[in-house]
């Protein structure tokens, strides 16, 4: 499978534990976005990495997150001390740059539920 | 002002008809347009760019108004199959990332 690739699938956690997802995405591909999606929403954007280089994040990104991208392939987002407005959707998707006329590609998202 | 709008519908229409979306964005510099589908808790996936000249692919039709900032998706003859949430989606050009809208729900009812 070539495709971007996210694990866990699901993660059901407690309020105030850690969590960390993992995103590997196409391997060509070096530009890496994670996105999180809430019921009724598009996808909000979090950050991104060029290589293993974190070159936005977002203000949704509060210090309790951290993503990295150590050897410019895969990728982590991690979330301390979880809440329960953390509850959402998070994809990641990869993209050649320039991006051009064929956008992102997704992986199946992560789905975290905090209770 | 959000910076990609959409109606969020939902879009209930009988098989074999002709639905139609529109997408407003606010920023002029924006340079690249997309159509994502979403199915019912799945990722969403390209469905099409859109050109200034418009574009066609089989059963949709995707047109770009620069002066009006708005983008469209024409679906005909629907199928069940295109029963999802169609997003817009907005690139402003140079190193940012895509701007996604919340979505259009399109039901096709047999």
């Known amino acids: ?115 | 002002r959000k910076e990609v709008e959409q109606d969020p519908g939902p879009f209930n229409v009988p098989e074999g008809a002709t639905v139609a979306f529109n997408c407003t964005y606010s920023n002029s510099a924006s340079q690249s347009f997309f159509w994502y589908r979403q199915d019912c808790r799945k990722e969403p996936k390209l469905l099409m760019s859109v050109y200034s000249s418009g574009n066609e692919d089989g059963r949709f039709t995707a047109q770009l108004n620069r002066a009006s900032q708005y983008i469209s998706l024409l679906i005909r003859d629907s199928k069940l199959s295109d029963s999802a949430t169609y997003l817009c989606v907005v690139n402003r050009g140079g190193n940012t990332p895509l701007v996604f809208g919340k979505g259009t729900r399109l039901s096709v009812i047999a």
């Open chain 1, 1 to 115: 499978d070539t495709g971007v690739s996210q694990n866990p699938r699901h993660k059901i956690t407690k309020r105030g534990q850690n969590v960390t997802f993992r995103c590997d995405p196409i391997s060509e591909h070096n530009r890496l976005y994670w996105y999180r999606q809430t019921l009724g929403q598009g996808p909000e954007f979090l950050t991104y990495f060029q290589n293993e280089a974190q070159l936005e994040k977002s203000r949704l990104l509060s210090d309790r997150f951290s993503a990295e991208r150590p050897k410019g392939s895969f990728s982590t987002l991690e979330i301390q001390r979880t809440e329960q407005g953390d509850s959402a959707m998070y994809l990641c998707a990869s993209s050649l740059v320039p991006q051009g006329a064929y956008g992102y590609t997704f992986g199946s998202g992560t789905r975290l539920t905090v209770v």
